[in-house]
């Protein structure tokens, strides 16, 4: 038998075990079909998965998920368009009530996530663009996220400067800061774009930081690097700290998790600054706003997070070393009353 890719999935899938069901107070008070737990069954479609974004995202999605008492399948096509397009079509064939998509090509996703409405499973998106009037599309507010971002790196750097550029077209959360830096290129004309790079291949950091390395070398009067993905912004730092520029460049970024604040620490550190939701956050919002159409509420055409600015002037004065202190120390960052009517149960903080 001709093991393609559809069968492989299935396979894999099979071999996966259901998300464990969480204990849900008070479940009989709870909207249809929430009153029963364990009734619901409902599937993470992933396209991107390296990084401690994504780490920190599946978290959130499996606490709000065991906290509702749903099943959970993840379903992970590590950057495989056409595999993730495929998942989309497994979890249909397993017969679940819900879909998140999560990142991913509109090119692929959008006859897929179309199959899925039309079965009459519910669905929302997370950072891809489907096309579906009947797909909430859950957001970070990235144009924010941007702006945050680039105006502290006007404040540091005042009005002009030459930077180099971090961007992969094609990812939505990408093109939305992709606009931002647009317009802020059109608002300051004394900023001068020397380069535009970026790859999504594995491992991201290290294979930015190839490519940091070559446009460092072509370019030695860049100051600024705006790098609006965490994973673009280490692979930059890579490359600065072995050119010995760290005193030079000053990188400005979007997300955030525990080794971003230890890089963002180190005496002397390039990376000055970054926009972030909490990722945890953001896949606990997935979550509740697919639970809200299923049970027959409407979240919202756009979900929106809103984000926060990180300096590493505050990371160092508030003495924030990880994830759980900037939950502590910047209360704004470790909820967002998002897609919480009142039935909603809430992970344990």
Do not use: C
């Not at 008070?29 to 991107?48: H, N, T």
């Not at 495989?80 to 989309?88: E, I």
């Amino acid at each position: 038998m001709k093991l393609t890719r559809r069968i492989f999935g299935a396979l894999a899938i099979g071999a996966m075990s259901f998300g464990a069901l969480g204990s849900v107070a008070q479940a009989a008070d709870m909207p249809k079909p929430f009153d029963k737990p364990g009734d619901v069954k409902i599937a993470l479609v992933r396209y991107l998965s390296t990084g401690d974004f994504f780490q920190a995202y599946l978290s959130g999605v499996e606490k709000q998920a065991a906290a509702l008492g749903v099943d959970l399948r993840v379903l992970d096509s590590r950057q495989d368009a056409a595999l993730q397009a495929d998942m989309v079509d497994q979890a249909i064939a397993l017969g679940v009530d819900g879909i998140i998509v999560q990142h991913g090509l509109t090119e692929s996703m959008q006859e897929a996530v179309q199959r899925a409405v039309d079965a009459g499973i519910k669905v929302v998106a997370f950072d891809v663009n489907v096309k579906n009037k009947a797909v909430p599309q859950v957001e970070q507010s990235d144009r924010d996220l941007a702006r945050l971002a680039l105006e502290q790196a006007v404040k540091d750097n005042g009005e002009s400067f030459k930077a180099g550029y971090v961007y992969v077209p094609g990812i939505a959360p990408l093109d939305r800061r992709d606009e931002t830096w647009k317009i802020f290129k059109a608002k300051y004309s004394g900023i001068k774009e020397k380069a535009m790079f970026g790859t999504l291949d594995n491992p991201i950091a290290n294979s930015n930081a190839n490519q940091a390395r070559s446009i460092l070398a072509a370019n030695p009067d860049i100051t600024v690097m705006f790098a609006p993905y965490d994973e673009f912004a280490k692979g930059v730092k890579i490359a600065v700290d072995e050119a010995g520029m760290t005193e030079q460049i000053k990188i400005y970024s979007a997300d955030v998790s525990t080794s971003d604040i230890a890089a963002m620490r180190e005496p002397g550190s390039a990376w000055a600054a970054t926009a972030a939701t909490n990722p945890a956050v953001v896949g606990e919002v997935s979550v509740r706003s697919l639970a809200m159409l299923l049970a027959g509420e409407n979240p919202g055409a756009n979900v929106i997070v809103p984000p926060t600015l990180i300096t590493q002037k505050m990371l160092n004065e508030l003495d924030i070393k990880n994830m759980e202190d900037l939950s502590a120390k910047l209360p704004q960052f470790a909820h967002a009353d998002v897609a919480t009517p009142a039935w909603m149960p809430l992970p344990k903080r």
